[in-house]
């Protein structure tokens, strides 16, 4: 067996947290290991094994990662995950990439000391929007009486698409404010049930300010109709 080391997230050192009484990928327990004033959490692995099992294995795996990572973020003030599946031969290999890549590592982690991410999709059920659009249609007149269908459907569909840009910017106008930075959501184009997701975003958001940003949802909910849903997920360590 070709042990080596599963990274997870690099964090600040803290001297009172020097342990970490957690759990990883197939139950191996998570070690600290030390550079300068950085910890890296990893677990040992079969690195002849990992990555090749079974896609419920792998899957059991990454929620793991997922565990961990969201446990560090309760005991640390600073967590910069690592991207799942990075591995090292062992500790001093762990150690050594962690030197080297120091600056870099010390300064993203200045960056997210006290921040936490949260992720704001909003769905809407395209059907009721469309009828609305078409009850309003600019000429006037009925869409029934309108000769060319396809011609209909083109406008609808654009005046729908004006109408998902005008609503994300409504929704990021409002969020923005809450957040010390952002980035488009991870989350690809995707529904919720008969629901279509129209927007996703991310936000870095100070813990502090966590309560601020639920309560900017909120009011997006009480303020929009029924057509629209939304949803937050997080606090999640930043990736």
Not at 49 to 62: H, I, K, N, T, V
Not at 226 to 235: A, R
């Amino acid at each position: 067996m070709d042990k080596g080391m599963l990274v997870y997230a690099v964090v600040d050192r803290e001297r009172d947290r020097e342990t970490c009484p957690l759990t990883g990928a197939h139950d191996a327990p998570i070690e600290m290991i030390r550079c300068r004033d950085l910890s890296v959490a990893a677990s040992p692995v079969d690195l002849e094994c990992f990555g090749r099992d079974s896609p419920e294995s792998l899957r059991s795996d990454l929620l793991g990662y997922q565990a961990v990572n969201m446990a560090l973020l309760g005991r640390y003030r600073a967590v910069a995950p690592m991207r799942f599946g990075l591995t090292a031969k062992n500790r001093a290999h762990v150690a050594e990439v962690l030197d080297t890549a120091y600056v870099q590592l010390r300064a993203l982690l200045n960056r997210l000391a006290g921040k936490v991410e949260m992720i704001f999709h909003a769905f809407w059920d395209l059907n009721p929007v469309l009828k609305e659009i078409a009850s309003r249609d600019e000429r006037g007149q009925s869409p029934s009486a309108d000769p060319d269908l396809s011609g209909l459907g083109r406008r609808l569909f654009e005046a729908a698409e004006a109408r998902r840009k005008e609503l994300s910017r409504a929704f990021h106008t409002k969020l923005a404010p809450c957040a010390v930075d952002f980035a488009d959501g991870r989350a690809p184009a995707g529904s919720l049930g008969r629901l279509e997701r129209i927007f996703t975003q991310s936000y870095l958001v100070e813990r502090d300010r966590e309560q601020q940003f639920d309560a900017v949802v909120d009011e997006l909910g009480a303020t929009h109709d029924s057509s629209l849903t939304f949803e937050i997920v997080g606090p999640l360590p930043p990736y």
